[in-house]
């Protein structure tokens, strides 16, 4: 198993920057990609953000420009450093990673993006 401590998010108005924080523990070697999921209400969850342990990235055209994802493969830890927010990135944002053919996730974190 794999445990996902997710911190970061917030409240931050319009055009301002906010950072989420994850940390992964318990059977956390040999992790290959990480990344960021969101949901917000009524809506799907969509993928955000993935980077693979090889560093390779990939993001929602809805975020591409706007949000950075990084990860540390020593302290399996992923960060993802989003600017520019929207109304429209209002989510809780999930911490995703998976480890031979795995998937795992994190509680949630709240990003509030107001007008």
């Known amino acids: 198993q794999v445990q996902l401590v997710e911190s970061g998010g917030g409240w931050v108005q319009a055009g301002g920057s906010l950072g989420l924080y994850c940390a992964a523990s318990g059977r956390s070697s040999r992790i290959s990609t990480m990344g960021w999921d969101r949901q917000a209400p009524e809506k799907q969850r969509e993928l955000v953000a993935t980077?693979?342990?090889?560093?390779?990235?990939n993001y929602a055209d809805s975020v591409k420009g706007r949000f950075t994802i990084s990860r540390d493969n020593i302290k399996n830890t992923v960060y993802l450093q989003m600017n520019s927010l929207k109304p429209a990135d209002t989510a809780v944002y999930y911490c995703?990673?998976?480890?031979?053919?795995?998937?795992?996730w994190g509680q949630g974190a709240q990003v509030t993006v107001s007008s």
């Open positions: 980077v693979s342990r090889g560093g390779r990235t």
């Open positions: 995703t990673v998976a480890r031979f053919g795995a998937d795992y």
